[in-house]
Every structure is written in C-alpha cells, then in structure tokens.
C-alpha cells in the first residue's frame, strides 16, 4: 500500500490517490506519512478530507504534527484545528513548543480555547487532563423523541454519541441512557422512565492509571467526569484509556529495566538524552555493588582455608537475584492491576514462604546430586552451599515479596523496586548467608 500511494504521488494522479485512502483507516494514513518522503507529507495531507485530515493529524508523531503545522497556512491550520476533539487538541499543545502553541490557540474557537485552557488547569495524569468535553448530554424531562431530535442536532461535534448523560439545571449528573435504550423505547416514553441512576463516575482529579482501570474492569466505553459538587464536566472514552495503559507499562518496564522513564519513541530518541535516562540508575547500582567486594574481603579466611567455596558464588547470587525478580515482578503487576493491597501483605509474604521453600528445596536437591556426583567437593561443602541456596531462596522472595507493596504503600512506584534494585539486596544478602553458613559448619574463625 505504502509503494502504491509513493507511485500515485509521484505521477501526479491524485484522483486515484483519493479513491484509494477514502478507504484507509487514519492510523494506516499516519503509518504511511512516516514512510513518505519529507517532501510529499504536505501534499498527500492536503489531499485528505478534512475530517480524515484531522484524525490523521492525532495519530502523527509530535515531531511531525510540529513540521506539518510550520507548513499549514493560516485557512488550513484552522481546517484542521476546528476539526480536532478538545482532548486531542490539548494532548497537541502539550507536546509543542510555544511558538506553534500560540499559533494553534490564535485559530481556535473562543469556546475552544476556553475548554482547552480548562483542562490543561488539571493536574498532569488526572482524570480531567484525560478527558473530553464534548458529549450529548440530556434532560431527564426529554420524551425519546426530543432526545433523538438533541442527538441529530448535536452529534456531529461529539466525540461518542452511544452513551449520554442525563444533567439537572445545574449540570449535576442524575443519571445516563444509551442509544440502545433509546431505540428500543417508545418515542413517547420519558427520558426519567429509563435512564440508569446507578452511575459509575470519577473526579477530575482521580489518576489516570485509576480510572484507564475501571474500563478494564467494567468494559465501559465511555466514564463520566464530574467536578467535587457533581456537575458533569466531561467524560474519557475507552481510546484514550488504552493510550494510557499502554503508557503506563511502558513506563513500568523502564522501571523495572533500571531507565528513566522517556516519552518518546526509542528511535527518536537522542544518544545523550538515552545515556541521562540510564547512567544514574547504573552509577547508584555500581555503587551499591561494591558492598559485596567488602563482604568476600571480610571472609578472606573463608576463601584462603576453602578455595572451592569462591566457585559457587555466581550461582547463589545468580540463583537469588532471579527467584527474586519472579516475586517482584509478579507482586508488581499485581499491584498495578489491583489484585494485591497492603491489606494482602501476611497473605502474600505467607504464599511466598511456601513458594520459596518448595523451590529452595528442589534447587538444593538437584544441586546437591551434582556437587557429590559430578563435582565430589565432599559432604561438608555439598551441604553448605545446598543450605545457603535454600535460606537465599527464601530471603529473595521475601524481599521480591515485599518490597513493592511497601513502595506502594509510601507513595513510591513499585516498579523502581524490580529486578536491578532487588538483585544488589540479594547478592549482598546471599553472600552473607552463605559464608555465615560456612562459618558455622566448617568452622572457620
């Protein structure tokens, strides 16, 4: 499809270019533009409806939209800003720099400019930096009929039509119907006769994370935003929720890999802006590491009396750091999709002890063959290394266990708390087990 549209551009047959993405979705045109030659992003843009023009113009990169915009004279910037839902409107100007802002918010609406200067009061990652401000809403006076005669006089600049909300005078929420229910209801029926007053809401300044959850748990499509008096004051859409748990694991895997969060693509991201995301998080592991060159030093006895003791030290570091990273990352997205509380930690702790130790022994066992068969260190050695890598078993995921639960509980994300973080505790933790072990049993002063 890419080559064909490149063909039909360069040879200048633009009928033909018409025809054929009047059928493309926006987001397959936006994977196109970025495959174009810089040269003819403008004048395949051009060609677009004016509709499919602003759709397209959403899924664009911010870089691209920035270039685009330089490009637009006045009358088709406007095409485009009056075509665009407030919400992504604001999600625009957030990523562009003032001068193109000024630019944007000099060709829209008066009303535009007042939602969008509304919302972007929100707090960053809340529920009313998230949402919409364009949705039918109703009175609950309305007969079916005067709300399909709203609907059709409405519409068109909504941004879903399929749920609507049912508002007092003062705009408090009473209530929401949706299409469904309307078609199925006699014209003459009241709008209070079959509206649901149930409603799951939330407020503007709930999380993000928290409300793109309740789409997952619900399977809504649409969830009302209300202010503290409950007026209604705009509604998230099921989109712009996934955007934002896909953000979210983005971000939690950065996490959990030791990186700096980035909100850009990988590829267009700079080598010194990638090495500032990581460098911090290397020198602060880098320095925690060294705690475990003092521990061997400390044992320097230990080493000097039994030198095969040094060969078992990847393996129990090794070991504890994975059966560590199992737990947390386990206990991390369980957290994030709130399966575990801090209400559940003695729960958790509990499961993770048994795990642990029907884990530790099967490792120990199966090691414990191969030292006396394979390896014939003796049986002293044999049990204290099976010993250490049981007890370090169980350290790692206690630890793996626990600490994002108290992350959570103190504010932190638990992500910071994954596999490199929970690692250094670990090596630190196993190599203190196993020569205290081997203290004790081969008696070493």
């Not at 529920?127 to 709203?150: I, P, Q």
């Not at 990988?266 to 592991?285: A, D, H, N, S």
């Not at 090794?318 to 206990?331: E, K, M, R």
């Not at 992500?415 to 190599?431: G, Q, R």
């Amino acid at each position: 499809m890419h080559e064909q549209i490149l063909e039909l551009l360069e040879n200048k047959q633009y009928i033909q270019l018409k025809e054929l993405i009047e059928h493309l979705e926006p987001a397959d045109i936006a994977i196109t533009f970025e495959e174009l030659p810089e040269r003819l992003r403008p004048l395949l843009f051009r060609l677009l409806p004016k509709e499919t023009a602003a759709e397209v113009f959403v899924e664009l990169d911010s870089d691209m939209q920035e270039a685009l915009i330089t490009g637009f004279s006045d009358s088709e910037l406007k095409e485009v800003v009056d075509e665009l839902y407030v919400d992504d409107a604001v999600d625009i100007i957030e990523e562009m720099p003032a001068n193109v802002v000024k630019r944007i918010l000099r060709h829209a609406t008066p009303e535009m400019r007042n939602d969008i200067n509304q919302m972007l009061r929100y707090p960053p990652d809340s529920a009313g930096s998230l949402m919409t401000t364009e949705f039918v809403d109703l009175k609950k006076n309305m007969t079916v009929e005067d709300a399909f005669t709203h609907i059709r006089r409405t519409g068109m600049d909504k941004e879903t039509i399929y749920t609507c909300y049912v508002i007092d005078q003062n705009r408090i929420l009473e209530g929401l119907v949706s299409v469904k229910d309307l078609l199925l209801s006699d014209y003459s029926c009241s709008i209070s006769d079959i509206m649901e007053t149930d409603i799951i809401y939330v407020n503007t300044t709930d999380d993000q994370e928290d409300v793109a959850m309740l789409f997952e748990k619900y399977d809504f499509l649409a969830i009302p935003v209300v202010d503290n008096e409950k007026r209604l004051v705009g509604i998230v859409t099921v989109d712009d929720a996934i955007d934002v748990l896909q953000e979210e694991a983005t971000e939690d895997i950065e996490k959990m890999a030791a990186i700096t969060p980035s909100d850009k693509p990988y590829l267009k991201t700079g080598v010194f802006e990638t090495f500032r995301q990581r460098i911090p998080w290397l020198l602060l592991l880098m320095i925690s590491a060294t705690f475990t060159g003092s521990i061997i030093n400390s044992y320097e006895n230990a080493f000097l009396t039994y030198s095969v003791l040094t060969s078992f030290i990847p393996m129990l570091m090794d070991t504890g750091g994975n059966s560590g990273s199992q737990s947390s990352v386990t206990i991390i997205r369980g957290l994030s999709l709130g399966d575990i509380t801090f209400r559940d930690t003695f729960k958790v702790l509990f499961k993770e002890l048994r795990v642990a130790f029907c884990c530790g022994i099967t490792l120990a066992s199966a090691n414990f063959i191969k030292l006396m068969t394979f390896d014939r260190v003796g049986f002293n050695i044999a049990v204290v290394v099976c010993s250490s890598l049981v007890c370090t078993v169980l350290f790692a995921k206690v630890i793996g266990g626990l600490l994002p639960i108290v992350a959570k509980k103190i504010g932190f994300d638990p992500a910071v708390m994954a596999s490199p973080f929970i690692t250094t505790i670990v090596d630190a933790a196993s190599l203190m087990i196993y020569f205290r072990i081997a203290t004790a049993i081969l008696h070493i002063v």
